[in-house]
């Protein structure tokens, strides 16, 4: 069964920096691709990044020049980096897989304070 486990998540003021980490249980060139979701209170699950198999990576309009997505294939992990915070972008960061199914992390909480 799939595994992802995210960690990284924390308080921050505006401004500041952090980075998610998402690793798996198996090798992560099982998936066509990963990503970062994340959902406020109150409003739906929304699409931050996502990084596929050959390397593209696609970025939510909100974060387009603040977040990177990465991945270290030998630790099967896949990262967010998030620069320049803003208080819009707290809420709950899920970790997603991908084959034929999509596969779903715990989530971390991201609050970031103004």
């Known amino acids: 069964q799939e595994r992802l486990v995210e960690s990284g998540g924390g308080l921050v003021q505006t401004g500041g920096s952090l980075t998610l980490s998402c690793a798996t249980s198996?090798?992560?060139?099982?998936?066509?691709?990963m990503g970062w979701y994340r959902q406020a209170p109150g409003k739906q699950r929304e699409l931050v990044a996502t990084?596929?198999?050959?390397?593209?990576?696609n970025y939510g309009d909100s974060v387009k020049g603040r977040f990177t997505i990465s991945r270290d294939n030998a630790k099967n992990t896949v990262y967010l980096q998030m620069n320049s915070l803003k208080p819009e972008d707290t809420g709950v960061y899920y970790c997603?897989?991908?084959?034929?199914?999509?596969?779903w992390g715990q989530g971390t909480q991201v609050t970031v304070s103004s």
């Open positions: 198996g090798s992560i060139f099982r998936y066509s691709a």
């Open positions: 997603n897989a991908r084959t034929a199914l999509y596969y």
């Open positions: 990084l596929t198999s050959g390397g593209s990576t």
